[in-house]
């Protein structure tokens, strides 16, 4: 018998051979991939634990038993399934329930109508999603509260992938500690966000002392903050991680730098200041958002560059992917979003695709 190369995919199909296909035939199993398939306490069927004994009597043949006992030759056809994906900012809004006042804006008509989980569904048909985060939709702030129940609910039952969920706050308002105690009750709040990029938040407005005392509040309460601000402000962004350490922090769609911009002044300023948080252990990067900047006839080389300077920044441990669906369908299905990524980091190695899409928000959001 002998071994194929071992790739570092979600699925692995082990086919056990004995000497002869007349003594035993072929068995197949399913093997946990969080698991060293060299090590002899680590051979398990995906279905249950097994120890290596187990699957000695499963074979049922004293000599198909006795040729597995002494050799750890194994035979490993990759699956065809594809990578395991984990959906680190999903939105949804149902507007028959929620009142979104940005979407009076022209820029994004095509979004005036409900998006639920039906859809989503729909939309990421076959691409193996297995979990999703909610990421708050910026819902009018006295539904709030409202929107964090209905998602979950939505975490709470089995017919669907959401496992967490990043709600709506003002850490700026006296009352946000009152609200986030509430809600930080349930299991599955990992974490809080305010879009900073409206008319409403200038430049500074997460530097006030209640916004930093709101944060750093979370830090306390095991949350995350994300920060999605306009790319000229980052600098903001950097004064905020650096008065809350214990707060862990998501720097949204690479620092939502434009990929069409001929701002040599910003580009750099944006370098500069991804750099700067990435210095700083407690955050991390979502590789998102950034395909709604580019032109309608985008390629993904049109978006390589600032993916790869965000993935090479905070390295392979500090990068997730994110759909940000349906947002992305201003210029992009959610499949052409993730085809695009799969394709802008195909030369990277398996271990790094399998942390970017999946590993690093399973460990990120516990989930």
């Known amino acids: 018998m002998e ?30 991939t969080s698991l060293n398939p060299t090590s002899e306490e680590s051979y398990m069927p995906a279905c249950r634990h097994f120890h290596r004994r187990d699957c000695l009597k499963l074979l049922g043949t004293s000599a198909a038993a006795a040729t597995l006992a002494a050799t750890e030759s194994w ?15 999903q939105h949804l809004w149902d507007l028959t329930k929620f009142k ?12 005036r109508k409900s998006f639920v989980m039906s859809d989503y569904v729909a939309a990421t048909r076959d691409l193996n999603v297995v979990k999703t985060i909610y990421m708050e939709v910026d819902v009018a702030p006295d539904q709030q509260v409202a929107e964090a129940e209905y998602v979950f609910d939505l975490c709470r039952r089995d017919d669907n992938t959401m496992a967490a969920a990043v709600i709506s706050g003002r850490p700026a308002s006296p009352e ?9 009750k349930s299991p599955y709040l990992k974490g809080v966000r305010q879009v900073l990029h409206g008319e409403s938040t200038p430049p ?23 920060l999605c601000m306009r790319p000229e402000d ?19 769609h690479c620092g939502n730098m434009s990929v069409t911009s001929t701002d040599a002044a910003l580009l750099q300023k944006w370098q500069t200041s991804m750099k700067e948080l990435a ?25 390589a560059p600032h993916i790869n300077y965000s ?26 979003w993730l085809n695009a990524l799969k394709e802008i980091v195909k030369d990277r190695s398996p271990e790094f695709q399998r942390k970017l899409f999946h590993d690093n928000a399973a460990k990120f959001y516990g989930v």
């Open 3 to 32: 071994r194929l190369g071992l790739r570092d995919d979600p699925d692995y199909h082990v086919r056990i051979r004995a000497p002869t296909r007349e003594t035993v035939p072929p068995i197949t199993f399913r093997w946990m």
């Open 75 to 89: 035979t490993l056809a990759e699956s065809s399934a594809p990578l395991p994906v984990i959906d680190t900012h």
């Open 100 to 111: 979104l006042p940005w979407h009076q804006s022209e820029d994004v008509a095509s979004l």
């Open 311 to 336: 993935m090479n920044t905070f390295g392979a441990d500090r990068v997730m992917f994110a759909g940000d669906w349906p947002v992305c369908t201003l210029r992009a299905s959610f499949a052409q």
């Open 176 to 184: 946000f500690e009152a609200y986030i105690r509430r809600l930080a």
């Open 279 to 303: 210095a700083r252990p407690n955050t991390v990067c979502k590789i998102s958002g950034i395909v709604v900047t580019a032109e309608k006839d985008w390629k993904p080389a049109d978006l």
């Open 204 to 226: 500074g407005y997460c530097l006030q002392p209640q916004f930093v005392k709101s944060v750093q509040l979370l830090g306390d309460l095991g949350l995350c903050y994300d």
């Open 234 to 252: 980052l600098p903001d962004a950097v004064k905020l991680v650096d008065q809350c350490p214990q707060t862990k922090f998501v720097i949204d």
